[in-house]
């Protein structure tokens, strides 16, 4: 019944057209026409959609920081009261001696019971207290070019980084030769890593990563600014070969002493999504093997460092990907939060800790957890059978996103999930004791949100297809807008903008529903016949089309739409937000069942009498280069013209974590690899295609590019190719502008 | 008068087109248009023009290597003799246990008074008697990897490398760790460097460089070929920049000792041009400061290694460049031959050993020396004024190219020169006794020559515009041809081809001629107009028209005409053969007079009604791809489309020993590197600009280029790139096709 509601809207999206609003209401004739320049993040007139930047909670008030003041809301009526005024924080700033501030953007209010706002100033940090105009300094940060600051705001304990090893409060707390990193994420940042230090819930324990990478074959970038060319070597580990090893240390600032965790020789296995125990005599972390298809939730102790438990283990024949950590009820220190995606979506879970340690062996058969996991379906959502440690919560063809936080007072969970669409993201409570589900916002769009310390309110910053951008305070009680702090006005007003339409059409499998975009031009004429360029990703992790501001069309679109093209993508088989089975079909033939999802695109538009079928392009960076490539040499009588940047031409060349989750080894999947190796297509080659690649591009080496080209030359098949010196795994900051330029002449001149 | 002369020669080719003669021969209709294939060096179909290979004297005979069969021919009349039929050679080579030869075309014949020859086979070397049938073999051949095969045919000594240490006989003779080079090249084969090992003439001792590299900052080239790309160093000392330590060691076989002359600190020195008095107890070397300025001949002593005179010194406000070393006359051991070109072209001076003894102090003023040089020029041709230790043999506005022998009985000395035309390269005969010069070939063309034991004759492999290849034996005498080898075949012969035209016209200094060289389509229509290629190089050490077959036109150039280009080259002021002013009139600004004289053929081609003068490109590789860009960006107005191949951006970038010469240091030459950086004009791109770099050159690192790409970057300029994997500083081999058609294509979409 759901999915047929969302067909329905799809199929309405589709026929309807969107005409930003802005240029409905004005007469077309006095609309500039946008160029690069307008509509490329970094470019000089570039307009970034209006906002209210670093809104955040002090408690359940709202404080909305300018450059020279300070402000706190009243989230029932938005009403402002002045915190503090910059020339009176300037004032208490110079006589502490410390550097003045220059805005309040930086600012943080994390004290729920103090009138204390955190300031982060050069060299040292200081506490300015808003009702006595004291500032408190703190001199223990450090000289030397430091990173990754950690504040503890219970205790004030200050974790950073120097070069590869890890501080404390000014403390050096390890000493490590090069090679080996302390205190920083790990594993290339997959499994949801994106840090290397966790403070417990009170600061008086850190635990942080220790990976050493000195065994892993460095690959060599070049930097050309110097004055002889230097060598840039980064530690990458490609799928198959030798990979880091990581350790979890857990660092005591009262004691200055290290334990690290007991867990045996690293190699090969993946420590993730660490978490702490409300009580801080234990650490949770879900590891993984190097298969990535066995995660289990392991409980240490802190002080000891020991394995206490296994908790909860997932298999799965493709891969299990772990990316939430637990999270415990801040009313029931026995009780957590568990995230999984075993039953095809990713859901939460209610386990009981005790229960946990009652029933859970250390390591169960995969007999043994099937039986266990049919028990706990069978019984349903909010009863815990006996012998059985947890239920799940929320359940139904739709994922959680994230866990926001909890109203405590009324045993509620709030998350963002997919419930409306899967191109949407809206908040929900979750009631803990039976699972009942409420939406909580307007139940448009996409809403990225903020709870208060009680849980009782947001703040609700949204966009949908119509609107750019709205922010307002919610209760989360009944969803209902308490405040409306902000209408975005439209961003490209006063330019000549393009319509987007949207719609569905199935799979290369027949039957599933995949959603594409369209922009036309603005002087659109069914009667004429006009040129595709298809922009695709395709990959993982990743969603083209949202029910953002103008479905998330990019400002390169827009501006050729303008210049005349159909510009289409299609969110294929393998994206994100569609659940485990609509990524997984992709297993150890990465870019294959996407290309055939993305030829389903093309025939649907050949069935549109204004598409001109002898001229279809396509763009696409990284997968979305991948796929690029793959399309212009799978499909050679489809695609004349390709752009396609930092692609991953030979999965064999791209790193372990990413690579080998969907991929397995080269040597577990020989005939997988050279299947999806673009090189063994090079002779393929009859349209142009240019590759573009960044000299420092660390995250899918030159090698991929530079190999595929000597492939083609081998052929005798003529690509082109441009590199960005000094740039990564993208081209960003204003050269963004030059990136497109060459883009839109590469298409202009062939297509 | 000589100089009218060649100016009515030039006039006289420039009105009469050259039509290749196979293509006049036969019915247009019938002809096949070539393709890259057949006219690319590398291509399937290429055809080298017929050659005799390997043709070499025994004494005054001439042997004449078969795959299988060695012959002798008498030098009076051509008339063969068998020598040796393979099958005989490898009966005794198999009875040896010496593997097979599969051709003669690697046998030297260096034993004038024995019926021997030498034999390079597999890890041993052989030397087989024809008259015997008797096979002696030597197994002190390196097992492991070895090169730079050096062996003294008097001695029989036997010098080579295995990695970076030298070894004679089968014993090493230095142990040095990496970053030490011995008895390789040094200073970049500048200076005519082009090995590292000099056997004393009996063979008795073996000077050898010692090059210390290990302070020379190494440039990063990336290898991606590997299964994780890795690094490959090269020690590339930049302008300006530390630079190699070359030292020069004198290995005595006989007691195992090496002596190294006693230079003092190698530091900013080259020592170059490396010979041996005949009685083997000195050696000369000359030397050469950084700043290129101030060159010494100097003698060794061979034993203790004490400098024991400097005997020459020549000085010049921009630079000297020894690039020949002495040459001791055979039949006075006390006299040798110096080449110089102190009077602004290169000559042959003959000085005497036991005169500069006497007279020359250890270091020369340089008004000392000016006045020396006064009393020698004025004592003429000849004579040897008292108290002068030398004559000039040779003088005239032509040059000499090299000395080829001598004919010790007529006490001749053996030249090759430009004296007919700057064009071309003759041979003659200089009388030692009063410097009588006399033309010893047909005074056509283009004349590689090998002169016999005694110097009677000379093997004679000459082209001409007009002839692809012809080889005869001369006698020195008088000149005359005795026996006719081979009258190649038209390489081209059955495939359409343009037409051929030189000429003429005055350089951007009013005054200097310069020749040009232009190919036309076959069917070229006057009332026509015809885009426009310029193929240059433009800098020192290079010319591209010579009077060999075609005037030297390359395949591309055939190709492109073909194709309906006009294509047109001009050797600018600064390229060789035209002496030393026209080549260093460029010094301290190269590129910039160079590409003002490039402007004068535009100039020139603007007066042809037949040129569309709106459709002018430019290709060119390394100095030439410096000019491309070069051309591109000073003269956008002129230039519409460049290929820049290698090019050398920033002369910072370059090496020490070829850039300093021209260019000084950046340090004592700011503004004229400035000047010449072409990363300063990025911004004035407006043509289609491709430029092409290997990622394994050496020679011109690829900072050349990714530096020039990031200045565009900032410029907001567009030039296109590719670079080719695993070429050095040019694309050779099969790949020089894809090269080529990737230049074409560049070409034709947008010229």
């Known amino acids: 019944m759901k999915k047929l509601i969302r067909g329905l809207l799809a199929t309405l999206l589709a026929t309807a057209a969107l005409y930003p609003m802005n240029t409905m209401a004005q007469d077309p004739s006095s609309l500039k026409m946008p160029t690069l320049e307008d509509l490329i993040p970094g470019g000089e007139t570039y307009r970034y959609t209006e906002n209210l930047y670093e809104l955040q909670w002090w408690g359940d008030q709202c404080i909305k920081p300018e450059i020279d003041s300070l402000f706190a809301l009243n989230p029932k009526n938005g009403r402002e009261t002045l915190l503090a005024t910059r020339e009176a924080v300037n004032r208490a700033l110079e006589q502490a001696g410390v550097p003045k501030l220059s805005h309040f953007y930086n600012v943080r209010t994390p004290w ?25 300094t703190r001199d223990d940060l450090p000289k030397e070019p430091a990173a990754n600051y950690d504040l503890n705001t219970e205790s004030l304990n200050l974790a950073y980084t120097v070069k590869n090893n890890l501080y404390v409060n000014g403390k050096q707390v390890t000493n490590e030769p090069e090679g080996i990193v302390c205190g920083q994420s790990v594993h290339r940042n997959e499994f949801g890593i994106s840090k290397g230090t966790f403070w417990s819930p009170k600061g008086t324990l850190l635990a942080f990563y220790r990976m050493n990478e000195s065994m892993v074959t460095p690959y060599p970038l070049v930097d050309i600014t110097q004055r002889i060319a230097i060598l840039d070597r980064i530690r990458y580990p490609m799928a198959g070969m030798l990979s880091h090893k990581v350790k979890v240390g857990i660092y005591n600032p009262a004691t200055d002493k290290v334990v690290y965790l007991d867990a045996g020789d690293p190699k090969n296995r993946y420590f993730t999504n660490i978490s702490w125990a409300p009580d801080e005599r234990s650490l949770f972390l879900i590891e993984l093997n190097r298969d990535q298809n066995h995660a289990k939730l392991c409980q240490y102790d802190a002080q000891t460092g020991k394995l206490m438990q296994v908790l909860i283990e997932e298999r799965h024949p493709k891969y299990v990907e772990p990316q939430q950590p637990i999270v415990f009820l801040p009313w029931d220190s026995n009780k957590f939060i568990y995230q999984s995606q075993r ?11 005790e229960r946990l340690h009652a029933i859970q062996p250390q390591e169960l058969t995969k007999e043994e957890a099937e039986k266990l996991w049919n028990t706990i379906e069978k019984a349903g959502k909010g009863k815990t059978p006996t012998g059985v440690a947890g239920v799940q919560l929320t359940s139904g063809p739709w994922l959680v996103q994230s866990i926001l936080g909890f109203n405590a007072k009324k045993k509620e969970v709030i998350i963002a999930a997919t419930k409306e669409s899967s191109l949407q993201s809206n908040i929900y409570k979750v009631r803990v004791k039976d699972g009942k589900l409420a939406l909580v916002d307007n139940g448009q769009g996409v809403h990225y949100v903020q709870l208060s310390a009680s849980g009782t309110y947001v703040i609700d910053n949204w966009s949908s297809p119509q609107v750019p951008r709205s922010i307002d305070i919610r209760a989360t009680s009944d969803g209902k807008e308490t405040a409306h702090l902000l209408t975005a006005e439209d961003p490209f007003k006063g330019l000549v903008m393009p319509t987007v339409e949207t719609g569905t059409l199935k799979a290369a499998d027949g039957k599933t529903d995949l959603y594409w975009r369209m922009l036309k031009p603005r002087d659109f004429d069914p009667t004429k016949k006009y040129p595709v360029i298809v922009y695709v990703y395709g990959g993982p992790h990743a ?36 659940g485990l089975e609509f990524e997984n079909c992709t297993f150890r033939h990465l870019g294959i069942e996407e290309g055939k999802d993305q030829v389903k695109g093309i025939e649907y538009l050949k069935t549109l009498p204004y598409v001109d079928a002898s001229r279809i392009g396509v763009h696409g960076w990284s997968f979305g280069g991948h796929m690029t490539t793959a399309l212009m040499l799978r499909y050679p009588e489809i695609f004349k013209v390709g752009v396609a940047g930092g692609p991953v031409i030979d999965w064999k060349y791209y790193e372990v974590m990413y690579g ?15 299947q999806c190796d673009l090189k063994q297509y090079a002779g393929n080659l009859k349209g142009h295609l240019l590759l573009i690649h960044d000299d420092h591009d660390d ?35 204003r050269d963004r502008v030059h990136l497109h330029e060459k883009i839109t002449r590469y298409f202009e001149d062939y297509l």
């Not at 991929?704 to 993208?730: E, G, M, Q, W």
């Open 112 to 136: 729920t019971d103090r009138t204390e706002m955190l300031l982060p100033v050069s060299q040292k940090y200081a506490v300015y207290n808003w009702e006595t105009g004291q500032v408190t």
């Open 343 to 353: 039953d095809g979506y990713n859901h939460l879970y209610l386990y009981d800790l």
């Open 543 to 578: 969603q083209m089309i949202t029910a953002n501001w103008m479905y998330t069309a990019r400002g390169w679109d827009l501006y050729m739409a303008n210049k005349g093209y159909i510009m289409f993508t299609l969110d294929n088989r393998g994206t994100s937000n569609r």
């Open 660 to 674: 080998e989750r969907y991929m397995d080894t080269p040597e577990q999947n020989p005939e997988g690899y050279k």
């Open 699 to 733: 995250t899918c080496v030159p090698q991929h590019t530079l190999s595929f080209i000597k492939a083609c030359v081998d052929a005798r098949t003529y690509p082109d190719l441009f590199i960005y010196p000094c740039h990564k795994h993208n081209v960003l900051g």
